[in-house]
């Protein structure tokens, strides 16, 4: 049973650049977070995607986007990249229907230079 | 602002020792309370739930809940140099009703060192 799957696993980018970050849930997940986990501190909640529809949003700017394909898979879209955007990256996933335990991804390690 | 708060210690305990590690949350209406252990380089992994007062144990993890005093506390029994990690706490915050209504707050982390 493969878990929540990230891709890439590291990226570089310069300023102003945009990028893309995917995210496959674990099987029988239907819900996928996405967190940014800055160094020394904890992760912090961008949004979460749920029948393919942005249901909550943490305080992060309108360049952070993303999106939730029919077979829950997901994926974070950051433009016009800052310095301040890079971080850990983290994928999550849980099952609505199946309690509230949310299940990391190995994240995507994203610097901005 | 919704904030979990931890000490970032770090925590240092000799092996075979308690490790005990604290968090308090300022959402009086949150339900649900989780531990995440990170090591260095890698990803969350959850090792604790807790949503009742009291205490729950899972082999040498003990989660302890007061929503009274909106503590959480994480012990760890027989400390061993691989539970070597930074500890997360987390609170689900819920914002509205649904199971699609769910976001967890994460507070900075403990790093604990447990020494040989």
């Known amino acids: 049973d493969a878990g929540v799957t990230q891709s890439p696993t590291h990226l570089i980018k310069t300023r102003g650049q945009q990028v893309t970050l995917r995210c496959s849930p674990k099987?029988?997940?239907?819900?996928v977070s996405w967190y940014q986990q800055a160094l020394g501190q904890g992760p912090q909640f961008i949004f979460q995607?749920?029948?393919?529809?942005?249901?909550q949003r943490g305080n992060f700017p309108d360049r952070f986007s993303g999106h939730q394909f029919p077979n829950y898979s997901s994926e974070l879209n950051v433009n016009a990249l800052l310095l301040g955007d890079s971080a850990l990256y983290l994928c999550?996933?849980?099952?609505?229907?199946?309690?509230?335990?949310?299940?990391f991804g190995s994240g995507t390690q994203l610097s901005v230079l | 602002q919704k904030e979990v708060e931890q000490n970032s210690g770090p925590l240092s305990v000799p092996e075979g020792a308690i490790a005990s590690l604290n968090c308090t949350y300022s959402?009086?209406?949150?339900?649900?309370f989780f531990w995440y252990r990170q090591y260095s380089g890698k990803s969350p992994e959850l090792i604790m739930f807790?949503?009742?007062?009291g205490d729950k144990e899972d082999g040498r993890f003990t989660a302890q809940l007061n929503k009274a005093s909106q503590y959480v506390s994480l012990l760890i029994r027989d400390s061993q140099p691989s539970d070597s990690a930074t500890y997360l706490c987390?609170?689900?915050?819920?914002?509205?009703?649904?199971?699609?209504?769910?976001?967890?707050?994460f507070g900075k982390g403990t790093l604990l060192t447990v020494n040989p």
């Open positions: 995607y749920y029948e393919e529809e942005e249901r």
């Open positions: 959402d009086r209406g949150s339900q649900s």
């Open positions: 999550a996933s849980r099952s609505t229907g199946a309690g509230e335990k949310l299940f």
């Open positions: 987390a609170v689900n915050m819920r914002e509205g009703r649904g199971g699609s209504n769910y976001k967890l707050t």
């Open positions: 099987s029988g997940h239907d819900t």
């Open positions: 807790i949503y009742s007062n």
